[in-house]
């Protein structure tokens, strides 16, 4: 037997840790999340996939991806017609690709309605991604989901470990998130038992507006210690970066809302490893 050399297999490599960025609300900066959360993981070293899910593409915009060079997109990949290594783009950021959308996402419900396996598109098309020796080894990727409860979302969250939920301090914030950790639960028990809500940011906060601080002390007291430290300031730099294609990260480091995107991305990867410690 010794003379065989037989040695141990190597270790398979880690699955890509998978957290959808969801709120049915609109202008609450998921993108805008999606997009900084992602340079900010990929500048201390992670590698990141930016999964568009949205049918505006507003995340591969951002991320500098022209909508005319959208060859391949996540329809065709829900649809069956390509795969995530067909599909996904380079960025600008090394370690940050992107997965991107086009406006053929709007009529995909309505394309697989009737299909068995509709809410798990997305997942088995990320199992096949973990299982492709020639693909690129992501170690997280995040899906930036569109602002409906809708079967996109339903997809994401039946193939996410986790999901992060930006919200934005104004009134009806709480009202909001109620409705979302109802759907979380739905998707819970019917597709996803080990689906998670990672954590809630807090985002677009004016320190100048006691409404804004009013939001942050009553998100706090309702959910508690899923509430990320990190608050994301409401601030201009991070407004004006995707019409220049760039995250806010390449556009203007130093500004308050780069620097936040930063404290978050440490932030996650600690939750992660609290999490990993804790199994």
């Known amino acids: 037997m010794s003379d065989l050399n037989m040695s141990a297999p190597p270790p398979a490599p880690a699955r890509p840790r998978v957290l959808a960025l969801a709120n049915q609300k609109g202008g609450v900066g998921k993108t805008t999340t999606a997009i900084n959360l992602g340079t900010a993981l990929a500048a201390i070293g992670e590698k990141v996939l930016v999964v568009d899910l949205d049918p505006q593409g507003n995340a591969s915009t951002g991320l500098g991806i022209d909508r005319r060079a959208r060859q391949r997109s996540t329809y065709d990949i829900l649809v069956g017609d390509a795969s995530f290594r067909e599909t996904i783009m380079e960025t600008a950021v090394p370690g940050l690709h992107v997965a991107p959308a086009t406006l053929d996402l709007s009529g995909l419900e309505l394309e697989i309605a009737s299909a068995r396996d509709r809410a798990f598109r997305l997942r088995n098309a990320l199992q096949g991604l973990a299982e492709d020796d020639a693909a690129a ?137 609290a999490a990993r410690a804790a199994a």
């Open 137 to 273: 080894r992501y170690s997280y990727v995040l899906v930036d989901c569109p602002p409906a409860l809708s079967l996109l979302t339903v997809n994401a969250m039946a193939a996410s470990d986790a999901i992060l939920v930006p919200l934005q301090c104004e009134f009806f914030a709480l009202e909001g998130l109620s409705q979302l950790m109802k759907t979380v639960d739905q998707v819970r028990t019917g597709l996803n038992p080990n689906l998670v809500i990672h954590g809630i940011v807090l985002t677009m906060y004016d320190g100048r507006n006691n409404l804004s601080e009013q939001v942050v002390q009553d998100v706090r007291a309702f959910m508690g210690d899923k509430v990320y430290d990190t608050i994301i300031p409401r601030n201009v730099r991070i407004s004006e970066a995707p019409s220049y294609g760039k995250p806010a990260l390449l556009y203007d480091l130093k500004c308050a809302g780069s620097q936040a995107y930063l404290k978050l991305a440490s932030e996650v990867i600690q939750r992660e490893r």
